[in-house]
């Protein structure tokens, strides 16, 4: 079965500063993507970036890029630039491409201060 | 602890059948979350729950769906009647108010989700 962990529940940066998220991943299949959500306090899912496994090039989304590190399951975050808007929770999930079964880890709460 | 427990994981219904999902937290979270993932609009937050009290709805998509949460063990989605542009994964998810503060919730952890089709 597939599992996501968020080893960070949360984390808080410095505005302007960069910021890494971390996510690991399990699954048996070859074909998935991965994704970032991002939840601010409206508590709307709002997609921040999302990594097809079979693509080496590691997205990336203006100030957002992610390190996708497939041999160690292995799919951070991270933000350049942090802006008080980013303060949000950050869920990481990756879904099997063959049944779409999709999973979620806990989240990390991202704190922007000024 | 099993985690959050939705039920059924699949379900295959006819256009304009009723459609009740359901979804147990885990237990002693005071806040439940109602999603719905589509390839089209990505992960859309429907409804939640704080202490068995719908706080948000606004997420719901017509009059056509419903959720109740009538314990702090259970709560329902009910689609009455379904379509198909309602197919989809809907997922629950649970989580309890930390220390952080008051404006929005701790971590959420997220059922596996119900496989949605109408046919």
């Known amino acids: 079965a597939q599992t996501v962990t968020q080893s960070q529940p949360e984390m808080s940066v410095q505005e302007a500063e960069t910021v890494t998220l971390s996510c690991t991943y399990d699954t048996s299949e070859n074909n998935y993507y991965l994704f970032w959500y991002k939840q601010p306090p409206s508590r709307q899912m709002i997609l921040v970036i999302r990594?097809?496994?079979?693509?080496?090039q590691n997205a990336t989304e203006n100030r957002f890029s992610v390190n996708f590190q497939k041999a160690a399951k292995s799919f951070s975050l991270k933000i350049s630039d942090s802006q008080l808007g980013d303060t949000a929770m950050y869920f990481c999930?990756?879904?099997?491409?063959?049944?779409?079964?999709?999973?979620f880890g806990a989240g990390t709460r991202l704190t922007v201060k000024p | 602890d099993a985690g959050v427990i939705q039920s059924p994981r699949h379900e295959v219904t006819e256009m304009g059948q009723e459609v009740t999902l359901r979804c147990k937290p885990i237990s002693g979270h005071d806040y439940l979350f109602w999603y719905r993932q589509t390839m089209m609009r990505g992960l859309e937050l429907l409804i939640y729950f704080n202490n068995n009290v719908p706080i948000d709805d606004s997420g719901m998509p017509e009059d056509r769906f419903s959720a109740k949460m009538p314990n702090a063990s259970f709560s329902t989605l009910k689609i009455q009647p379904s379509e198909p542009r309602d197919s989809a994964v809907y997922f629950c998810?649970?989580?309890?108010?930390?220390?952080?503060?008051?404006?929005?919730?701790?971590?959420?952890?997220f059922g596996p989700g119900t496989r949605l089709l109408v046919l």
């Open positions: 990594q097809e496994a079979y693509k080496q």
């Open positions: 998810a649970s989580a309890s108010r930390g220390l952080a503060g008051d404006w929005y919730q701790e971590t959420q952890y």
């Open positions: 999930a990756s879904m099997e491409y063959n049944n779409n079964d999709m999973r």
